[in-house]
């Protein structure tokens, strides 16, 4: 039954001449959609490219993953509301997404990369610029300049990868000003988000059945990307994706940029002239003399030990010399002959005399 609806879908649009968007078919079904793969996104080719998360869409009988892709926006100040699958009645059906000025309602479902369940922090629209939050997008600065940075957007969380919105999904209800949005004028997916989808389903590593949840290609650069281009970087099925880990390895490229940037300011550095470098070896000999002068007391206070310490040493000796000897030095102290002093008249008598010679000279 479900062959049929998709064989009279393709018919109808070829009679209408549309290329038929493969995942937006009017098809329900009752096998629910497998978790989202985690996967890096790819570095921002350039400047006005938006992300497209990848999804699962369904084939003839079976899922298959379409890789998350860089695309160009259809028109100025248009942003991209992702599809879903929705659980209703007892059968999943697929909502497709649009192109429309404002996000609407994607069922809730978490697919990372900006679009967190709700609404759309990954960039903006600043007139015919389109800015890339490099918070949550993979963006090589030298590459993309149209760029901000918001990091309050950030929610560390663990992502259960549920891709589908209703009984045993996720139990999220559109807001008034999702619904509203869905009411404007709107886009469908573009030739070239058509011909990506396509190119995955006629990719047989890419169906469910074939890579039991881990796709082989994830994410691309571009529609059309070489293999060069491709990052094949799955996750497994156990892990948990956190969008918090991108702000560390960011800070730690900000630290990078800023150490080369120091060291090219002082290789544009000019030479030193002889006076400044006169006036460095100075200053060193200077630190050098104090250096010596301060080792000096130091010294001083070693050799003034030592002396102490020979000091002590001799003054047992002295103590331990036999009484006959120092008796000996007593009593020739005592014999010495007293020193002679002049009688005081004699000593007067003959200042007296000096006087008188000088007068009569």
């Given at each position: 039954m479900l062959k049929l609806i998709r064989v009279r879908f393709i018919l109808l649009a070829l009679l209408l001449g549309m290329t038929p968007s493969l995942s937006s078919a009017d098809i329900s079904i009752t096998i629910a959609p497998p978790?989202?793969?985690?996967?890096?996104?790819?570095?921002?080719?350039?400047?006005?490219?938006?992300?497209?998360p990848g999804y699962w869409a369904y084939g003839e009988d079976d899922y298959y993953w379409v890789p998350g892709v860089w695309v160009l926006a259809p028109q100025r100040g248009y942003l991209w509301t992702p599809g879903y699958w929705g659980f209703e009645g007892g059968h999943y059906g697929w909502h497709a997404g649009?192109?429309?000025?404002?996000?609407?309602?994607?069922?809730?479902?978490?697919?990372?990369?900006?679009?967190?369940?709700?609404?759309?922090?990954?960039?903006?629209?600043?007139?015919?610029?389109?800015?890339?939050?490099?918070?949550v997008w993979h963006v090589n600065n030298t590459v993309v300049h149209n760029t901000y940075v918001d990091r309050t957007v950030i929610k560390n969380v663990t992502v259960n990868r549920v891709s589908f919105?209703?009984?045993?999904?996720?139990?999220?209800?559109?807001t008034a000003e999702e619904e509203?949005?869905?009411?404007?004028?709107?886009?469908e997916a573009t030739q070239e988000q058509r011909t990506h989808e396509e190119t995955a389903v006629r990719d047989n590593s890419q169906?469910?059945?074939?890579?039991?949840g881990n796709p082989t290609k994830t994410a691309i650069t571009k529609v059309g990307a070489g293999a060069g281009e491709e990052v094949n970087r799955p996750a497994a099925a156990t892990e948990e994706r956190k969008e918090a880990t991108k702000e560390t390895t960011k800070e730690e490229t900000t630290t990078k940029e800023q150490t080369t940037k120091e060291e090219a300011t002082k290789a544009n550095e000019p030479p030193k002239g002889k006076e400044e470098v006169t006036k460095e070896k100075e200053q060193t000999t200077k630190?050098?003399?104090?250096?010596?002068?301060?080792?000096?007391?130091?010294?001083?206070?070693?050799?003034?030990?030592?002396?102490e310490k020979a000091k002590a040493e001799e003054k047992p000796k002295a103590e331990g010399q036999p009484k006959a000897e120092a008796q000996k030095?007593?009593?020739?102290?005592?014999n010495a002959k007293p020193v002679e002093e002049k009688p005081k008249g004699e000593k007067g008598k003959g200042e007296k005399n000096e006087k008188d010679k000088k007068q009569q000279q």
């Open positions: 978790p989202l793969a985690v996967y890096d996104q790819p570095l921002c080719p350039g400047d006005g490219y938006i992300w497209v649009y192109w429309g000025r404002r996000i609407g309602f994607y069922g809730g479902v978490n697919y990372g990369f900006g679009y967190f369940g709700s609404g759309f922090v990954g960039g903006r629209w600043e007139g015919d610029r389109f800015l890339c939050n490099t918070a919105n209703g009984a045993g999904g996720i139990e999220a209800r559109a509203s949005a869905a009411r404007e004028q709107h886009l169906r469910f059945s074939v890579n039991k630190e050098e003399v104090k250096g010596k002068e301060a080792a000096t007391p130091a010294k001083h206070e070693e050799r003034a030990k030592t002396e030095e007593h009593h020739q102290a005592n």
